[in-house]
């Protein structure tokens, strides 16, 4: 048996496995999600609970293993029409959503164009929602740096023109990487002034652009990981020497990209990040105004909950009586023998005592 086929049977194994673990993982989010506003009764105990959220969601993320110089040789479909195994030339895999799902499906076709650079034509910051939260890494998804190092330049005016990303100086040759999981959308030389230029488009929207390339590694329609390599550093285009030109956009507006990452430590900066239209201004640097923003997150999140904590609860309970049945409470309560057990954490299955209170709605 060739190594592809191990690899074959033992990913089928785990990801019957793994989507098992997934799908218990969003009952007990939904369950807890469903139940937090129970929580929220008390002031002390919504403080804990929405310290303990905002830590979570504020943790630098590591970077995932680097891949190196590797190729895609094969992919493996899953349960999941989006998400497929990739086999990758070092016997390692990865899932990958290779395809996104039915409420993103327009992130890969909506203004793709392979040929140009700036795609989002007629789009100004204007057109885009006062702000908008960007899942950054998710359970499936991963991040890594696209190089580590300090910065020769940062995000902001420069020299009477805008300075659209942050540059890292590097060796001629050194590996680039992509940052999250995506798929890219122009691989070319531009004559704008980038050189050597990879754009990849991410699952979450965002768009990243890798300049100065002194090679390519990938076309445009690959799709990529985070931390596969995608390129080598250079000089190319108007560039004073080798470094990496580095920008995040987001439907064709820049911002700051030390929003994201951490460049001396190559870490994530967070696992979601809020995007606000003021954000895209080439004055708004990171260092302004990142804790100040932190602090205002937590104390609209506080008074969100104390608000929560006043308003009267909405949750119907019932106590179990002789002859009581999932199927006659999800009539009788207009909801569903799904979403029942969803607020008990409990399967159709389950033996309803006599006595028993739950939740129906």
Not at 141 to 166: A, D, I, W
Request: aromatic fraction near 8%; proline fraction near 3%.
């Amino acid at each position: 048996m060739n190594i592809r086929n191990i690899i074959v049977a033992f990913v089928a194994l785990l990801c019957s496995e793994s989507m098992l673990m997934a799908q218990s993982a969003d009952t007990t989010q939904l369950s807890a999600g469903a139940d937090s506003c129970l929580v929220a009764q008390t002031d002390s105990l919504a403080r804990t609970v929405i310290d303990s959220a905002l830590l979570k969601r504020h943790t630098p993320v590591a970077p995932v293993r680097t891949l190196g110089e590797v190729a895609a040789i094969d992919t493996l479909p899953t349960t999941h029409e989006e998400l497929q195994i990739v086999l990758f030339n070092d016997n390692t895999w990865r899932y990958v959503r290779t395809k996104p799902s039915k409420r993103e499906e327009s992130i890969f076709s909506e203004y793709w164009n392979t040929g140009v650079t700036h795609v989002y034509y007629g789009i100004g910051v204007e057109n885009l929602p006062e702000a908008v939260a960007i899942e950054l890494v998710d359970s499936l998804g991963s991040c890594h740096y696209p190089y580590k190092g300090n910065m020769s330049s940062k995000y902001g005016p420069r020299g009477g023109r805008g300075h659209q990303g942050v540059d890292l100086p590097l060796k001629t040759g050194d590996p680039i990487y992509s940052c999250f999981d995506g798929k890219v959308r122009y691989s070319a030389y531009s004559s704008s002034g980038y050189g050597n230029l990879v754009i990849i488009r991410h699952n979450n929207g965002l768009e990243t652009y890798y300049a100065h390339l002194s090679e390519r590694d990938v076309e445009a329609g690959d799709w990529v990981v985070a931390g596969q390599q995608i390129g080598k550093g250079g000089s190319t285009g108007r560039s004073s020497g080798p470094h990496l030109h580095f920008e995040v956009r987001y439907k064709g507006q820049s911002f700051d990209p030390e929003r994201i990452f951490d460049f001396k430590t190559g870490e994530l900066r967070r696992s979601e990040l809020l995007l606000k239209r003021r954000h895209y201004s080439i004055y708004s640097k990171f260092e302004q105004d990142f804790t100040e923003e932190e602090e205002a997150e937590k104390q609209e999140a506080k008074e969100k909950a104390a608000a929560a904590a006043k308003a009267p609860t909405t949750a119907q309970y019932h106590t179990i009586v002789k002859g009581d049945m999932l199927g006659a409470l999800a009539i009788k309560y207009k909801t569903t023998v799904k979403r029942i057990c969803e607020l008990n954490n409990i399967s159709e299955n389950t033996v309803l005592k006599l006595g028993r209170k739950i939740r129906v709605r």
